[in-house]
């Protein structure tokens, strides 16, 4: 899974495993993590 998000997160289309891409769900859940991780950061900072 982590080769899979780290293909994506680079745009290498072409290593991603289709079996493993459902397409709208990954975007969803990449978005997701990054604001999960924005908020972390800030509350780390204060």
């Known amino acids: 899974m982590l080769h899979t998000v780290t293909a994506f997160e680079q745009g290498r289309w072409d290593e991603m495993p289709i079996e493993n891409v459902?397409?709208?769900?990954?975007?969803?859940?990449?978005a997701h993590a990054i604001s999960w991780a924005q908020?972390?950061?800030?509350?780390?900072?204060?």
Do not use: K, S
């Open 22 to 30: 459902v397409g709208a769900r990954l975007q969803a859940a990449y």
């Open 39 to 46: 908020e972390a950061c800030t509350l780390l900072t204060r």
